[in-house]
């Protein structure tokens, strides 16, 4: 027989409940806030070409400096931005604050890296997208061929030839397109036929346990094959250990990107680290 709550365990329920809508309600009246409060700030990972002992670009990171509760990550309200449609605003001050960014690193002289921004679904469907990007490449003088958009297999379903043409348009004007978190969507492979994309980018969850699962190892060698067939980049994400890199090294995937080389580091230490 189902144990029936008692009346005190449905208040206390209903109770927990509220306050977690609570908690929920404030976070969006602050997310609403955040960008006015210049409370977002972009971090920075390097990815690097080991063998080539080289930078080769950098992933713009969000984060939430909240007044209260402190850093925010993106796992955290990212969710919150795309339900309220935020995500639209927010992700517009991303892209232009990090093109400025690696603008600024170019003036001083480095100019052999380019700079990936994460595009939510939301923001890429909306109809003045590829107007609004190149707008920010115009306001900030940042050449377009060092710009990356990240998008994911699960955006790339939804209105195909709409999103075919956008592609193409970004194509065109000299934008480069990644896949993130390779081979977790719902997507075919068949897009990869026909979307104009450069890199892809192999998942955390393959990469975390590719040297102690042989089923994650043949799934990461399997996509680093696919890319050199099809003539695109490939890079790791989240590579911790050097077993990690060794796999990846004979796998000959020489591209990646995690807490083994750097985490997401401020615009200032990156500059420190890695340009000066
Ligand atoms: P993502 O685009 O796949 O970014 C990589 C995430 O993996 C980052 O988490 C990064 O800090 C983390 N990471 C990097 N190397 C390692 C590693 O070696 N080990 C582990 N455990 N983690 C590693 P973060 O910064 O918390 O971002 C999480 C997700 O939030 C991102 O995943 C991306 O989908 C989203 N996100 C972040 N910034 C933005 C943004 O500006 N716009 C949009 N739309 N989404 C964003
Ligand atoms: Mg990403
Ligand atoms: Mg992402
Ligand atoms: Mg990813």
């Known amino acids: 027989k189902v144990k029936e709550l008692s009346g005190n365990d449905y208040q206390f329920y209903t109770s927990a409940m509220d306050k977690r809508t609570m908690d929920n309600v404030k976070l969006e009246t602050s997310l609403y806030r955040a960008l006015d409060l210049n409370e977002f700030l972009v971090v920075y990972q390097p990815q690097f070409d080991y063998k080539h002992k080289k930078i080769i670009g950098v992933e713009a990171l969000l984060r939430w400096n909240h007044s209260s509760k402190g850093m925010i990550p993106p796992g955290q309200f990212i969710p919150l931005a795309e339900e309220t449609g935020l995500i639209v605003q927010i992700g517009e001050w991303v892209l232009k604050q990090s093109c400025k960014q690696l603008k600024e690193w170019q003036d001083k002289g480095f100019k052999h890296f380019t700079i990936s921004v994460n595009v939510s679904a939301q923001q890429f469907n909306k109809k003045d997208f590829v107007t609004m990007v190149k707008n920010i490449l115009a306001e900030t003088q940042l050449d377009p ?64 346990d590719v040297c102690h699962d042989s089923k994650n190892a043949a799934i990461t ?56």
Do not use: W
Request: glycine share 4%.
């Open 145 to 208: 061929s060092y710009l990356e958009l990240e998008l994911t297999e699960n955006l790339i379903i939804q209105n195909t030839e709409e999103t075919l043409s956008k592609m193409s348009e970004l194509k065109k004007l000299g934008i480069k397109i990644s896949i993130d978190d390779f081979g977790t969507g719902y997507s075919s492979l068949g897009y990869l036929r026909n979307f104009p994309i450069n890199t892809l980018k192999i998942d955390r969850s393959f990469i975390n």
């Open 221 to 276: 060698n399997t996509i680093i094959t696919l890319a050199h067939n099809l003539n695109l980049h490939v890079i790791a994400e989240g590579v911790e250990t050097k077993d990690q890199i060794d796999f990846l090294s004979s796998s000959n995937c020489h591209l990646v990107q995690g807490f083994y080389f750097s985490p997401p580091i401020k615009a200032d230490d990156f500059f420190e680290k890695y340009l000066n």
